[in-house]
């Protein structure tokens, strides 16, 4: 069975300071990865896909890092509207039908 | 470009009625998924349809159904209504079949079972 885990459930940082979110995963074959960052009240919204182990991504103060247990999620000096809960995915090769797991996500806080 | 709509954004029920949950996808997208978000728990894959046919169900028991228009809109549908449905239900458009990784999700349709 595919699992996700994401650490920590919630962080909070001060604006300026970088940190980065964890995405543990176990997949009999890895598809994609994929990262979401979802606001309160609202769906959530794609920011990245990693393939491969070794595998990097960039979006402003953001960065996606792939290995073959875990993905990263940097964020560089985040600003207050960086506060939202980021998600974690990963598709399976198997089974044809390539349905994600989803973590339970990282709530987090930027305070001014 | 309108994205992905959802109505009714707020939905109460009482245990045991049914529950009708429409989506609709951005323009062009063939495919559209339904997750349940239940509180403190992440998203769990439900139904995926692409060109009117069902494609997958995830772990869900029979009473949670839906079906795609010709125009690719989307109905869920979840019967004899119990508590834990409870749960933000969100729905997802993509292009194509095998665009799972560049899903459009909606705001979601808030599910209260009282």
């Known amino acids: 069975e595919d699992q996700v885990t994401q650490s920590p459930e919630a962080l909070r940082l001060q604006e300026g300071e970088s940190s980065s979110l964890n995405c543990s995963y176990t997949v009999s074959g890895l598809r994609g990865l994929f990262w979401y960052r979802q606001d309160p009240g609202k769906g959530p919204e794609f920011l990245f896909t990693l393939y491969s182990a070794g595998e990097e991504k960039e979006k402003e103060r953001l960065k996606a890092t792939l290995t073959k247990k875990e993905s990263f999620l940097h964020i560089t000096a985040p600003k207050p509207e960086d506060s939202a809960t980021y998600l974690c995915a990963v598709q399976p090769t198997s089974g044809g039908s390539y349905i994600p797991t989803f973590g339970r996500g990282t709530s987090l806080i930027v305070h001014p | 470009e309108a994205g992905v709509t959802q109505s009714p954004t707020h939905l109460i029920k009482t245990r045991g009625q049914q529950a009708t949950l429409r989506c609709s996808p951005i323009?062009?997208?063939?495919?559209v998924y339904w997750y349940q978000q239940a509180l403190g728990l992440g998203l769990q894959f439900l139904l995926w349809?692409?060109?009117?046919?069902?494609?997958n169900r995830g772990n869900f028991p029979p009473r949670f159904s839906g079906r795609q228009f010709p125009n690719y809109s989307s109905e869920l549908n979840v019967n004899a209504l119990e508590l834990e449905d409870s749960a933000l239900y969100l729905c997802a458009s993509s292009l194509g079949a095998v665009k799972w990784e560049t899903q459009y999700f909606g705001p979601g349709t808030r599910l209260l079972v009282l």
């Open positions: 349809y692409d060109e009117g046919e069902e494609r």
């Open positions: 323009s062009g997208h063939t495919s």
